[in-house]
Structures are given as C-alpha cells and as structure tokens.
C-alpha cells in the first residue's frame, strides 16, 4: 500500500527547508531527529522555522488547491527574499570602510 506524498521547498533569507508531507500523525522531523533534537536553541529554530512554514504551506497547496485562498491572506506564501549582503573588494565588510587617515 503506498502512501500519498507531498514534496515542497521553502526558503526564507539563507535558509533552504525541502519536505515530504504524507497523512500522519503530524510529527516534525529533520533527517530522522525529532525538530528541537535537532535544533536545540531557539535561535536556530526561528531562522529554519519561516522556511519550514513556508514549505508546509506549499505542500498543502500541492494536496489541495483550495487552501490558496486562505493561506495567501494570512501570508503564508510569501518569500522573505532578505539575504545577506555580499563583502565587497577593498571594505573590511559589506557596508564598512577602512579607517580613513588624512595623514
């Protein structure tokens, strides 16, 4: 007997989260470890939780088209593109300057 399954990604910032959803019991699990094993602090937890939520949201889409509606109003489908800027050449960082010196 083979189990429907439904495959999604989800990104947000420099986060990638790729998912197989299937009828459950509704457990959460990154590579085989339960999702707080496997992000034991919060921090870590909030920066793969929008892409998580993201590839959740696009999976259910995938299982039923009616969802659409309701999760792009609550906002569920929508790519938070910030990402980090690039260091560029000749700048300590991406934004800073080496200290100017007039002598």
Do not use: C
């Not at 793969?48 to 993201?54: D, S």
């Amino acid at each position: 007997m083979a189990t429907q399954e439904f495959i999604a990604t989800g990104r947000r910032k420099e986060a990638v989260a790729r998912i197989r959803m299937s009828p459950g019991t509704g457990k959460i699990e990154v590579n085989g470890k339960s999702f707080e094993e496997y992000f034991p602090t919060t921090n870590l937890q909030s920066g793969q939780a929008g892409a998580v939520r993201l590839a959740i949201a696009r999976a259910l889409i995938i299982s039923d088209a009616n969802l659409r509606a309701s999760l792009k109003e609550e906002g569920f489908l929508t790519r938070d593109p910030r990402m980090k800027e690039r260091k560029k050449a000749g700048q300590p960082g991406a934004r800073k300057r080496f200290q100017f010196s007039k002598r």
